[in-house]
T-cell receptor, first 113, second 114 residues
Framework: TAGITQAPTSQILAAGRSMTLRCTQDMRHNAMYWYRQDLGLGLRLIHYSNTAGTTGKGEVPDGYSVSRANTDDFPLTLASAVPSQTSVYFC????????????FGEGSRLTVL | QKEVEQDPGPLSVPEGAIVSLNCTYSNSAFQYFMWYRQYSRKGPELLMYTYSSGNKEDGRFTAQVDKSSKYISLFIRDSQPSDSATYLCAMRAYSGAGSYQLTFGKGTKLSVIP
């Protein structure tokens, strides 16, 4: 079972350019999440979706947008990348929003120059 | 004071040692406690979870929760080199209106030396 698939695995991006990180799950989970992980700061929630068609803001949403057109896909878009968005991005899912049992993807390592 | 405090380490132990990893928290509303393991350049994976105070055992791993002291621990017995990873504690609280807050510790990096 694939679980959570993220793409790309890594990317170098020029500041000011846009980028979409893709996330697909095959577990039919209702809830999905995007986190960024930075040294010394840990995992921080960017955006989440309780179910298809709904999204919400997490702890650090500025500069990012998401959409949830269907159950399986939850792309994260950086409209105009800045160097402070250099990070490792993890997509995760859970059966429902009210559980702490998250399943994570392998991560997308993004460098903004 | 941050809601969840976790010593980042690094922690280095010899193979076979008993490892103790700890987190403290300040939010009394946390009711659901988890430990995630993250190998280098991989995503976190859920290791153990518990709702209540006391101990929960799973093989070589024991999760301990003390709600009165706001302290949780993960013990690893007979540690193996394959246990070398970063361990993140996580806690969940109901934040009202059908929303839940999940807060992660920053992680403790563990190395088990053969």
């Amino acid at each position: 079972t694939a679980g959570i698939t993220q793409a790309p695995t890594s990317q170098i991006l020029a500041a000011g350019r846009s980028m979409t990180l893709r996330c697909t799950q095959d577990m039919r989970h209702n809830a999905m999440y995007w986190y960024r992980q930075d040294l010394g700061l840990g995992l921080r929630l960017i955006h989440y979706s309780n179910t298809a068609g709904t999204t919400g803001k997490g702890e650090v949403p500025d500069g990012y947008s998401v959409s949830r057109a269907n159950t399986d896909d939850f792309p994260l878009t950086l409209a105009s990348a800045v160097p402070s968005q250099t990070s490792v991005y993890f997509c995760a899912s859970s059966v429902t929003r009210d559980t702490g049992e998250l399943f994570f993807g392998e991560g997308s390592r993004l460098t903004v120059l | 004071q941050k809601e969840v405090e976790q010593d980042p380490g690094p922690l280095s132990v010899p193979e076979g040692a008993i490892v103790s990893l700890n987190c403290t928290y300040s939010n009394s509303a946390f009711q659901y406690f988890m430990w995630y393991r993250q190998y280098s350049r991989k995503g976190p994976e859920l290791l153990m979870y518990t709702y209540s105070s006391g101990n929960k055992e799973d093989g070589r791993f024991t999760a301990q929760v003390d709600k009165s002291s706001k302290y949780i621990s993960l013990f690893i017995r007979d540690s193996q080199p394959s246990d070398s990873a970063t361990y993140l504690c996580a806690m969940r609280a109901y934040s009202g209106a059908g929303s839940y807050q999940l807060t992660f510790g920053k992680g403790t990096k563990l190395s088990v030396i053969p």
